[in-house]
């Protein structure tokens, strides 16, 4: 509802904000030598400028709030949540959300900085994923940067590799927080690896076997909750641990599915970022079906950022388990990769053992052997992935 403000060029509206984001509204505008108001009405105009709904934000227990705005702006804010087919709390906290992200607090150096995010993926299984998910988190923790793995696929490779249990269904996961019912602070439930190369910067966040009904769920989420965005699901639920960590890495299922497009999503260049900091890394095969599905996620890439107006930066190939015996097939495939130019090849990694003997022992490859020419090129691939 809306009342006349004493000078006439201003109303007074109501609605409902969650707590946490009220107050963090208070602070930053302080902070900032704002008026609140002010930064409530360049929150919304901004959010309206969009062209398509934020990341989901968590309303639960929102509770009522007022201020004043400019004679109009609430109306047309509520018409643009009913296009976008969110609630009126849900358009205020995303705008709020919004504001907050792009005005960090002057008082806490790096604050409001995304973390770099590397959506290491192919819908072709088989083609390495999981270790050059693992090895490029294990060369950005070796280099003094604080990582987030995040293992995404219900086949849990990742956390068995790295000798750590998945999370049993029914049990709070990140599956649960990506459909909104979370029972606890995911903090809880990453788990550090334990070597000394890493110093402690290097965390898991383990798989999860509820990730196999991953896409049916969200796909009735979205159909039946109002103003549910699937694509955004992802972000929703990692967001709180963002400030912890300078990279986040992404191990991906073998699949085109929703949990895709949100992973993908995820990986987008925000409006605070230069390109080529987050983004695909796309292990392949030198071999052609890897061409083939290579040339399918490049479609469902380019849809998703049609659908949604986004920008999603390919970081480059990674040529994996390469074997110049294999004869002709082998080194023309490679050669037909490297002729992309774009995305580029960031390092071609030779079928050799010490990987599989790192997971045969549950050891991070850098650890067991930091020398090793395929360590070198996880290093080569964390380097090139980084602009």
């Known amino acids: 509802m809306a009342s006349p403000y004493p000078q006439g060029d201003r109303e007074k509206v109501a609605s409902k904000l969650p707590s946490a984001l009220r107050q963090a509204l208070k602070v930053r505008a302080a902070e900032l030598g704002l008026d609140i108001q002010d930064a409530v009405t360049t929150a919304i105009t901004n959010w309206r400028d969009q062209p398509g709904p934020g990341p989901q934000v968590d309303t639960a227990g929102a ?5 004043w705005l400019p004679a109009g702006l609430y109306d047309a804010f509520r018409t643009t949540c ?27 150096p790096g604050a409001g900085l995304d973390p770099e995010r590397k959506i290491v993926c192919n819908q072709k299984g088989g083609v390495g994923k999981t270790a050059v998910s693992a090895g490029i988190a294990q060369a950005y923790a070796e280099a003094g940067k604080r990582v ?31 459909c909104g019912e979370g ?4 903090r809880d439930l990453v788990v550090a690896i334990d070597d000394e190369r890493f110093a402690k910067r290097l965390h898991l966040l383990p798989a999860c076997f509820d990730g196999f009904l991953l896409d049916s769920t969200l796909g009735i989420l979205a159909a039946n909750k109002r103003g549910f965005q699937k694509e955004a699901s992802l972000e929703v639920a990692l967001r709180p641990l963002e400030t912890d960590y300078d990279v986040i890495v992404i191990d991906c ?3 085109l599915g929703i949990a895709m497009d949100a992973a993908l ?4 260049r925000r409006r605070s970022e230069t390109a080529g900091v987050s983004g695909v890394v796309i292990p392949v095969l030198a071999e052609d079906s890897s061409s083939t599905a290579y040339g399918m996620l490049s479609e469902q890439i380019n849809a998703l950022c049609d659908d949604l107006s986004l920008d999603i930066d390919y970081l480059g190939l990674v040529v994996n388990l390469y074997d110049s015996r294999r004869g002709y097939v082998a080194t023309s495939s490679l050669e037909a990769w490297k002729a ?22 549950r050891q991070p490859l850098l650890s067991y052997a930091p ?7 996880m290093r080569q691939v964390a380097r090139g992935a980084t602009r």
């Open 253 to 255: 299922p073998p699949s």
């Open 63 to 67: 509770d009522s709030y007022s201020t």
């Open 265 to 268: 999503y995820y990986g987008r």
């Open 371 to 377: 020398l090793s020419d395929q360590a070198e090129a």
């Open 82 to 108: 009913t296009e976008r087919g969110l609630s009126y709390t849900q358009g205020l906290a995303q705008a709020v959300q919004a504001w907050l992200d792009a005005h960090p607090s002057p008082n806490q």
């Open 148 to 178: 987030l793995l995040v293992d995404y696929d219900p086949q849990g490779h990742l956390s068995e590799q790295l000798g750590v249990q998945q999370i049993e269904p029914g049990r709070d996961s990140l599956v649960s927080h990506m």
């Open 183 to 186: 029972q606890g602070d995911l």
């Open 340 to 361: 992309i130019g774009d995305p580029k090849v960031l390092a071609v990694i030779g079928d050799l053992k010490e990987q599989r003997e790192a997971v045969r022992k």
